[in-house]
Nanobody, 123 residues
Framework: VQLQASGGGLVQAGGSLRLSCAAS????????MAWFRQTPGKEREFVAT????????TYADIVKGRFTISRDNGEKMVYLQMNSLKPDDTAVYYC?????????????????WGQGTLVTVSS
């Protein structure tokens, strides 16, 4: 599956952004989908994941209550709605797809990765 992330940009602290990830190729429902993020000099970190049927989201503690992951299997899209953004949320955000696991936060659980989209939150 090929993944294409979009929707990043510059936003003030307290604002909102919605990231999108478009999938193409193999059947979308084969994959649990996730968002990760990375800042320079740091490891890529887990943000959120959602099950193949969209019923079971899982979030990193640092975004719980502020971010919402969702998917539209008919459109082959996964979204990350980000509210109450903080400067610490500044990062390149990546979408990922994994065949074998559900609810996984480890990088190794995801075989497919899109290019990143940059989110910058100003204070």
């Amino acid at each position: 599956v090929q993944l294409q992330a979009s929707g990043g940009g510059l936003v003030q602290a307290g604002g909102s952004l919605r990231l999108s990830c478009a999938a193409s190729g193999r059947p979308f429902t084969n994959y649990a989908m996730a968002w990760f993020r990375q800042t320079p000099g740091k490891e890529r970190e887990f943000v959120a994941t959602i099950s193949r049927d969209g019923r079971f989201p899982t979030y990193a503690d640092i975004v719980k209550g502020r971010f919402t992951i969702s998917r539209d299997n008919g459109e082959k899209m996964v979204y990350l709605q980000m509210n109450s953004l903080k400067p610490d949320d500044t990062a390149v955000y990546y979408c990922a797809g994994g065949t074998y696991y559900t609810g996984a936060s480890a990088l190794e659980a995801y075989e497919y990765w899109g290019q990143g989209t940059l989110v910058t939150v100003s204070s």
